[in-house]
């Protein structure tokens, strides 16, 4: 019986890369997107062409109650979720002392509580099956803490918490919790930075280039197999030695 997967955040980068990678590696695909359908769906029909099979489902996953109602629809088209990858994510930056409420907010629903919501709308299913596997995506930022980027660095350190601590309360249930930390990866979300400064980033990174989207969701499908079922509430590094 094929294994399905809900991948937030799928309709583009990372969170795309990884749902045809998965899609190709035998898993039903629950494709999450919030605004970008159009792309939403070039995903899944690019996972159904290839002999797989993808559904989109709309939701906004910082709203509990679209979360909800998402992993009932799921439950229809796909049935049970095995792998739970919470992609979903904005950046944005800032000096601090431009970061409005609002922006603060806003990013912490977006990167945080996004992954609370998932979390715990999936658990159940997981725990009551004594099988699961959790993936969130932090930043090296949320490691290391970035300049300009205080709302995101503190999103995505809050992640790695609820990661470890969640790992350990889940493990007797046969879920494992990990956490998959991105170094520079050629995203849309690097769209706001210069050819030098790009160039710049390259030579600091000790492999000599920057990330790619497959770079992590290899990286994600590694975590999702059964040879990782000995590792949980660990941060994996995918950062081309740069942290």
Same mark, same amino acid.
């Given at each position: 019986?094929?294994?399905?997967?809900?991948?937030?955040?799928?309709?583009?980068?990372?969170?795309?890369?990884?749902?045809?990678?998965?899609?190709?590696?035998g898993y039903?695909?629950?494709?999450?997107?919030?605004?970008?359908?159009?792309?939403?769906?070039?995903?899944?029909?690019?996972?159904?062409?290839?002999g797989g099979?993808?559904?989109?489902?709309?939701?906004?996953?910082?709203?509990?109650?679209?979360?909800?109602?998402?992993? +009932?629809?799921?439950?229809? !088209?796909? &049935?049970?979720?095995? =792998?739970l990858i919470?992609? *979903?994510?904005?950046?944005?930056?800032? $000096?601090?002392?431009?970061?409005?409420?609002?922006?603060?907010?806003?990013?912490?629903?977006?990167?945080?509580?996004?992954?609370?919501?998932?979390?715990?709308?999936?658990?159940?299913?997981?725990?009551?099956?004594?099988?699961?596997?959790?993936?969130?995506?932090? +930043?090296?930022?949320?490691? !290391?803490? &970035?300049?300009?980027? =205080?709302?995101?660095?503190? *999103?995505?350190?809050?992640?790695?918490? $609820?990661?470890?601590?969640?790992?350990?309360?889940?493990?007797?249930?046969?879920?494992?919790?990990?956490?998959?930390?991105?170094?520079?990866?050629?995203?849309?979300?690097?769209?706001?930075?210069?050819?030098?400064?790009?160039?710049?980033?390259?030579?600091?990174?000790?492999?000599?280039?920057?990330?790619?989207?497959?770079?992590?969701?290899?990286?994600?499908?590694?975590?999702?197999?059964?040879?990782?079922?000995?590792?949980?509430?660990?941060?994996?590094?995918?950062?081309?030695?740069?942290?």
């Amino acid at each position: 019986m094929s294994k399905t997967v809900l991948i937030t955040g799928a309709s583009r980068g990372i969170g795309s890369e990884a749902a045809v990678l998965f899609g190709n590696n035998g898993y039903n695909v629950a494709v999450n997107y919030n605004h970008n359908r159009v792309m939403a769906e070039k995903t899944a029909q690019t996972i159904n062409s290839n002999g797989g099979t993808a559904k989109i489902f709309k939701a906004d996953v910082s709203n509990y109650h679209q979360v909800e109602q998402m992993i +009932s629809d799921i439950a229809v !088209a796909l &049935g049970d979720i095995h =792998v739970l990858i919470n992609n *979903a994510g904005i950046s944005q930056q800032l $000096l601090f002392t431009d970061i409005t409420p609002d922006m603060w907010q806003t990013m912490i629903s977006t990167n945080l509580t996004s992954v609370y919501n998932c979390c715990h709308c999936v658990l159940p299913q997981m725990i009551r099956r004594h099988s699961g596997r959790i993936i969130n995506v932090s +930043s090296m930022w949320g490691e !290391a803490g &970035g300049s300009c980027e =205080v709302h995101y660095s503190a *999103a995505k350190a809050g992640i790695i918490g $609820l990661t470890k601590a969640l790992a350990k309360e889940v493990a007797p249930s046969g879920i494992t919790v990990n956490c998959v930390s991105p170094g520079v990866i050629m995203t849309d979300m690097m769209s706001g930075f210069s050819q030098e400064t790009l160039n710049e980033l390259t030579e600091e990174t000790p492999v000599g280039r920057l990330g790619t989207p497959l770079d992590v969701a290899q990286a994600m499908l590694y975590l999702a197999h059964d040879k990782s079922s000995f590792i949980t509430g660990q941060v994996l590094g995918v950062n081309g030695g740069i942290l």
